[in-house]
T-cell receptor
Framework: AQTVTQSQPEMSVQEAETVTLSCTYD???????LFWYKQPPSRQMILVIRQEAYKQQNATENRFSVNFQKAAKSFSLKISDSQLGDAAMYFC?????????????FGTGTRLQVTL | DTAVSQTPKYLVTQMGNDKSIKCEQN?????MYWYKQDSKKFLKIMFSYNNKELIINETVPNRFSPKSPDKAHLNLHINSLELGDSAVYFC?????????????FGDGTRLSIL
């Protein structure tokens, strides 16, 4: 069974600084998808970024980028130029590549605080 | 414009009651999901339906019964509610045949059992 581990329950970053959130996963599959979701206090689940395991290039979305290390099964999220609106719970998630209804397996989340 | 909508957003009820949460998506997706987020924020899959057919059932008690009248709707009915059922329940959808497409989530339903 796949597992996703986020070892940082809480992180803090100053506005305009950079922060990296860690995520590791365990799978025997060679093809899969990885996601980072953001959950602000409004409790919406918002997709931040996604990565296909077969792509070597790290995904980027504006200020958000990932460091995908397939051999190490590591998928960290880097937030550059942090903004107050980035404060939220961040969940790393894994999804199998095959299957018509592959579930998301989530990590336990990292609460990110952004300070002035 | 809401892609995945759940009703109600909040549900407060007493132990032992039966309640339903409705979910509708207008994205044309063929796969829908229910997730449960507990008090520690841990999100876990409960069910998944693909074209109205149950695909995933993750050891959820029989008191929980999903129903999918069509592929745009996936409702969750809960019988004999217990204190441990208090959580936020998220509905989500995706296009099952295009696995590179992410799941879109509803805003969640906070269920509180008194």
């Amino acid at each position: 069974a796949q597992t996703v581990t986020q070892s940082q329950p809480e992180m803090s970053v100053q506005e305009a600084e950079t922060v990296t959130l860690s995520c590791t996963y365990d799978t025997s599959e060679s093809d899969y998808y990885l996601f980072w979701y953001k959950q602000p206090p409004s409790r919406q689940m918002i997709l931040v970024i996604r990565q296909e395991a077969y792509k070597q290039q790290n995904a980027t979305e504006n200020r958000f980028s990932v460091n995908f290390q397939k051999a190490a099964k590591s998928f960290s999220l880097k937030i550059s130029d942090s903004q107050l609106g980035d404060a939220a719970m961040y969940f790393c998630a894994y999804r199998a590549y095959t299957g018509t209804a592959s579930k998301l397996t989530f990590g336990t989340g990292t609460r990110l605080q952004v300070t002035l | 414009d809401t892609a995945v909508s759940q009703t109600p957003k909040y549900l407060v009820t007493q132990m032992g009651n039966d309640k339903s949460i409705k979910c509708e998506q207008n994205l044309g997706h063929d796969t829908m999901y229910w997730y449960k987020q507990d008090s520690k924020k841990f999100l876990k899959i409960m069910f998944s339906y693909n074209n109205k057919e149950l695909i995933i059932n993750e050891t959820v008690p029989n008191r929980f019964s999903p129903k999918s009248p069509d592929k745009a709707h996936l409702n969750l009915h809960i019988n004999s509610l217990e204190l441990g059922d208090s959580a936020v329940y998220f509905c989500a959808s995706s296009q099952g045949n295009s696995d590179n497409q992410p799941q879109h989530f509803g805003d969640g339903t906070r269920l509180s059992i008194l």
